[in-house]
């Protein structure tokens, strides 16, 4: 009896930092120039992060869901989600991301740091009409409110496109560049 109470205290112990969500805050400038903070969470047992940039009308929420490959923005503001898939070459796994966060080591990065990595999308002015079809966080998240998927442009320059575009800088890790009319209305 008192090795299996053992066992069980000791189990828990060890799978608990697996499955905890792990935070980390991190204030300074937003896209606009103005103050913003962004906070991250990972969690290990859904295999999903979130990343929150709280700035007033100019907010948004990401999730980046390891299990379907899919990526979400949220944009408060616009009253609009966007959906498209990972770039697995691009983006950090989950692990490194959740090791970048333990280790505080996404604290203090910013302007002075190297430059993020830059990816563009193309945004399809089509609505999503099946959101269960991008996976249950995703689908939760973006239910209500007008989604749209977007395609990578690969090796696309940002003074190249004539085409609206929204920005996004995430952790000084990632810059994402949504563009079409449907990011701008």
Known sequence: MKLTIIFAGLL??????????????????SNSGASGQQ??????????ANVDNNNGWDSWHALWDYNTNFAAIRLFGKKKCVVHRMNKNVMPSLQTLDTLI????????????????????????????DLNKLGKPIANMCRGIPTYMAEEIEGASLFLSSEKCFGINILWLLNFSYCGDTVED
């Open 12 to 29: 828990g112990v060890f799978l608990t930092p697996a499955l905890a969500s792990s935070d980390i805050n991190i204030g300074g400038n």
């Open 39 to 48: 906070s991250v969470s990972v969690n290990n047992e859904h295999n999903v």
């Open 102 to 129: 333990k280790e505080k080591k996404l604290q203090g990065k910013g302007p002075e740091g190297p430059p993020p990595k830059g990816l563009m999308y193309s945004v399809n002015p089509e609505g999503v009409k």
